[in-house]
C-alpha cells in the first residue's frame, strides 16, 4: 500500500498538468494544483497499520444505521421525558454569574 506525499506544483506547466507522468496524482485544492507522489513505506522503515490499528485510528466498527437510530431515539426520549429538568439546569447554568436580586 502507498500513501500519498503532497507537493504544491506551483511551477507545474500546463503539459505536466495535463499530461502527469505514472504514479503521479494530481489534485485542485481551492484552485492550487497539489501533485501527489507515491512513498513507499518500507524505504522509511514504517509498516502498514494492521486491520485492528486502522478501526481503532477511524473511530471503532461501523455501527448499522438501525442501532444509531435506536441510540439517537433513546437520546431524545429521554430528554423528552425530562425536559423540565432539562430546563431548570439550563436556566441555572446561564444565570449562575448574574447577581442574585
Known amino acids: 500500500m502507498c500513501i500519498y506525499d503532497a507537493h504544491i506544483a506551483a511551477t507545474a506547466s500546463k503539459k505536466t498538468a495535463e499530461q502527469p507522468h505514472h504514479g503521479v496524482r494530481q489534485v ?9 507522489e507515491p512513498i513507499n513505506l518500507k524505504q522509511y522503515g514504517l509498516q502498514e497499520l494492521s ?3 486502522n478501526e481503532s485510528i477511524n473511530g471503532g ?11 439517537l431515539g433513546a437520546v431524545l426520549k429521554d430528554a423528552f421525558d425530562h425536559w423540565e429538568d432539562i430546563k431548570k ?7 449562575i454569574d448574574k447577581p442574585h436580586k
Do not use: C, V, Y
Open 28 to 36: 485542485r485544492i481551492k484552485n492550487q494544483l497539489i501533485k501527489m
Open 51 to 53: 486491520f485492528q490499528e
Open 61 to 71: 466498527a461501523k455501527l448499522p444505521k438501525w442501532l444509531k437510530g435506536l441510540g
Open 89 to 95: 439546569g439550563f436556566k441555572e447554568g446561564w444565570e
